[in-house]
């Protein structure tokens, strides 16, 4: 492999460099609504902390998405919230979420599953007042005041550019550290004796951190941490 590493730029100069650090971040999937980024920190969210559970402690909220971090947020926020509305487009959990967690879901009074369910409408001042969501198998539209909805669909790492440099993830996203098996490795031609370091993709010199990296936390705090 040689060195330094040169990176192709849009104006088609080269960058060179002794080490790489990929922290381009990742894209929230979001529903396709015009006025989402209007409410997005208003009542919109894409993450379930206890910052957020403080927010809305002893309110309703609705949860977007059917994935295991759906699922975590669900049963985490019902422990401080007055109930929570987990709205997934698909017909059950079983293709999407562990058995162990929808079992969490289905036994816990303060947890609804609404399943075929969709958002299509938020409204508010400001702040998000209203959701309407769509039953998909009836047609019919309903009308709640919830005040904060969690979107936990997923996220898409800006990582197009890297196919074929360093080892991804079937999402998309940079393996590193103990994450690198050995047959990613071996397709690399990982060229040391010593294994890759905690935020070492499987090219020597090359990091990734933040969001764009396979097992991170998808929060600011701790993408600023491993940069």
């Known amino acids: 492999m040689r060195k330094p590493f040169a990176l192709a730029i849009d104006d088609g100069s080269p960058v060179r460099a002794r080490t790489v650090i990929i922290a381009t971040g990742a894209e929230y999937r979001r529903p396709a609504l015009d006025n989402l980024a209007t409410f997005e920190n208003a009542g919109v969210y894409y993450g379930a902390t206890r910052v957020e559970a403080q927010v809305c402690r002893g309110e309703q909220v609705i949860v977007v998405g059917?994935?295991?971090?759906?699922?975590?947020?669900?049963?985490?926020?019902?422990?401080?919230?007055?109930?929570?509305?987990?709205?997934?487009?698909?017909?059950?959990?079983?293709?999407?979420?562990?058995?162990?967690?929808?079992?969490?879901i289905e036994e816990n009074p303060a947890i609804t599953l609404h399943t075929n369910t969709e958002i299509v409408g938020l409204t508010g001042d400001g702040h998000l007042d209203c959701v309407q969501w769509r039953d998909n198998?009836?047609?019919?539209?309903?009308?709640?005041?919830?005040?904060?909805?969690?979107?936990?669909?997923?996220?898409?790492?800006?990582?197009?550019?890297l196919e074929e440099c360093v080892a991804l993830d079937a999402n998309g996203f940079v393996k590193t550290g103990s994450d690198l098996s050995k047959d990613d490795l071996a397709a690399a031609r990982w060229p040391l004796s010593r294994p890759p370091t905690l935020l070492e993709t499987s090219r020597p010199g090359v990091f990734a951190v933040g969001d764009a990296r396979a097992g991170s936390v998808k929060r600011v705090a701790s993408a600023v941490g491993e940069g």
Do not use: C, I, K
Request: glycine share 10%; proline share 2%.
């Open 66 to 104: 059917g994935g295991n971090s759906a699922g975590q947020a669900a049963v985490f926020l019902a422990q401080s919230v007055r109930h929570v509305h987990m709205l997934v487009r698909s017909a059950d959990l079983a293709g999407s979420m562990s058995r162990y967690l929808s079992r969490r």
């Open 137 to 161: 198998r009836t047609g019919r539209v309903e009308t709640h005041r919830v005040q904060h909805v969690f979107v936990m669909a997923g996220a898409l790492p800006n990582t197009r550019w």
